[in-house]
């Protein structure tokens, strides 16, 4: 069986859980089967490994016709291949289209949905609405979709109800167990501005609608003095949402001075060393179709505090490994809460209650042992490659 996998993100070049979830999905995928690599930008230095850009005469273009050429340079390529993966909506029209010039079946592993981020249409304005096009098109047309959730399969079918329920299927991200433990190494958080002797609330995150960042900037506000608001942010989606993340932290920095951001982005063993050293990770997430931070906080054996929206839940054990916080959203595809302010008090006070519990300690033992049990690759493979033998013997 040979796997034709597509992608924007491919190590070294990932910012975000999407390629997070491809780089180690296709490290345990290889051990089985073939898997051959089409991703975007410079080329890898990788066995099976095929990059792309977009043509010459698309450098004026919009991105989202850049991405339809990028896609269209893969196509020819993909010939000989037994079925198409592709994930994200920058490669789902590669895949589609590849699905239809070779006959094989194109297969849609699903990280988030355009219909569920609307604000994109402010920032990109045709672009979203040529992507928001792609990812239906393709949804439609694929053989089968994996969705990384529960809710995101719930997301799925309500973004997109003509779809057939069969044909999608629930396979969890996973985490990487051997690389992410707990890894105390004081020296190296000192190094990015934070003190590891002194409790601390984490986040680590774009800076994006989706990630709720300035939600948790507001309920910050009741955090106990003595307690270090560490975050790890960067990448923002827009000049807007970044003065607007910028003003709160000068805002929330004239009442604490211990408000440390750190902005670029960080190495592994840099993250691995700053998630070990937290008390409490805090993920405020409006929008999160699993949530692979979560994972790692957990893997690193730090309880976590999150939204209860999406597929978080079905990572985080609510009173075991963590705490959820109840949101009610707008049900405009914006995930914004109906009640900002009392949304912000109820993320607070599960900060505090966390922080101050006496076994606190226990939650962190907890969440390893469930990342273990429940979200090992391996497994994850496993899953997927039966996705794969049922997708080829539908299409047959």
């Not at 995928?29 to 095929?50: M, N, P, S, Y």
């Not at 029209?93 to 239809?100: I, L």
């Amino acid at each position: 069986m040979r796997i034709d996998l597509l992608t924007k993100e491919y190590p070294p070049n990932i910012y975000g859980g999407a390629g997070v979830h491809v780089a180690e999905l296709v490290r345990v995928l290889r051990k089985q089967i073939e898997v051959r690599v089409r991703c975007f930008g410079d080329e890898r230095d990788e066995t099976d490994t095929f990059a792309y850009r977009h043509s010459s005469n698309f450098d004026a273009a919009n991105g989202a016709l850049q991405t339809m050429s990028t896609d269209l340079n893969m196509v020819a390529d993909i010939a000989g291949a037994d079925l198409v993966h592709s994930h994200t909506w920058y490669a789902n029209f590669a895949g589609q289209t590849a699905s239809a010039l070779h006959g094989i079946p194109h297969l849609i592993t699903a990280h988030s949905l355009e219909p569920l981020r609307p604000w994109k249409e402010a920032q990109l304005g045709g672009g979203y609405r040529l992507s928001s096009w792609i990812e239906r098109s393709a949804y439609e047309g694929a053989a089968a979709i994996i969705a990384v959730s529960d809710g995101m399969r719930n997301d799925i079918l309500r973004a997109y109800p003509q779809l057939d329920p069969a044909k999608i299927s629930v396979v969890h991200n996973g985490i990487d167990l051997e690389t992410f433990q707990t890894a105390h190494n004081p020296d190296l958080v000192r190094a990015n501005g934070i003190d590891p002797d002194q409790r601390s609330v984490v986040f680590v995150g774009r800076i994006t609608m989706q990630k709720g960042l300035p939600y948790l900037l507001k309920a910050a506000r009741q955090l106990p003095n003595d307690v270090q608001l560490v975050l790890c942010a960067g990448a923002p989606d827009t000049p807007e949402i970044l003065a607007e993340v910028t003003e709160l932290v000068a805002e929330l920095r004239k009442v604490k001075n211990n408000v440390i951001w750190v902005e670029k982005h960080l190495s592994r063993t840099e993250l691995i060393a700053v998630l070990s050293s937290a008390t409490v990770f805090a993920c405020p997430s409006i929008y999160e179709p699993l949530g692979i931070v979560n994972l790692e906080a957990m893997a690193c054996g730090i309880p976590v505090v999150a939204t209860a929206t999406g597929g978080i839940p079905e990572v985080v054990a609510h009173g075991e490994t963590g705490l959820l916080v109840p949101i009610e959203q707008v049900l405009d595809g914006s995930g914004k809460p109906l009640n900002e302010d009392k949304f912000v008090a109820d993320f607070a006070n599960a900060l505090n209650e966390m922080l101050e519990n006496p076994r606190i300690d226990d939650f962190g033992i907890a969440g390893r042992a469930r990342v273990e049990k429940h979200f090992s690759w391996e497994s994850i493979a496993e899953q997927t490659i039966h996705v794969y033998q049922k997708a080829l013997a539908d299409f047959a």
